[in-house]
Nanobody, 121 residues
Framework: QVQLAESGGGLVQAGGSLRLSCAASGMIFSINTMGWYRQAPGKQRELVATITSGGSTNYVDSVKGRFTISRDNAKNTVYLQMNSLKPEDTAVYSC???????????????WGQGIQVTCSS
């Protein structure tokens, strides 16, 4: 019913930048909060950043000042601009979105498949 497709991951040296994109498609009526999460090998998945439909943002402390989340509501797309990357940012990054499907009144959460970000020292 709803698909989230991430792009923009890859390999970068420490101090470099990457921009992740996540586009939602399908039977979408509206999207509330969108977010980025990451999971490093051997660690639990953690919240990186979220953004509401109104543009309010929230970040995990470790990325504040380096990462910026944004969205284009017309394109149902959320972005994560990652600057000053560190080796400890290496992880699989996944996006999610709270989506109200056409014909329904409640919101469900949907996830992308994840994309690898690797930062080498």
């Amino acid at each position: 019913q709803v698909q989230l497709a991430e792009s923009g991951g890859g390999l970068v040296q420490a101090g470099g930048s990457l921009r992740l994109s996540c586009a939602a498609s399908g039977m979408i009526f509206s999207i509330n909060t969108m977010g980025w999460y990451r999971q490093a090998p051997g660690k639990q998945r953690e919240l990186v950043a979220t953004i509401t439909s109104g543009g309010s943002t929230n970040y995990v402390d470790s990325v504040k000042g380096r990462f910026t989340i944004s969205r284009d509501n017309a394109k149902n797309t959320v972005y994560l601009q990652m600057n000053s990357l560190k080796p400890e940012d290496t992880a699989v990054y996944s996006c999610n979105a709270y989506v109200c499907i056409l014909g329904r009144t409640d919101y469900g959460v949907y996830w992308g498949q994840g994309i690898q970000v690797t930062c080498s020292s």
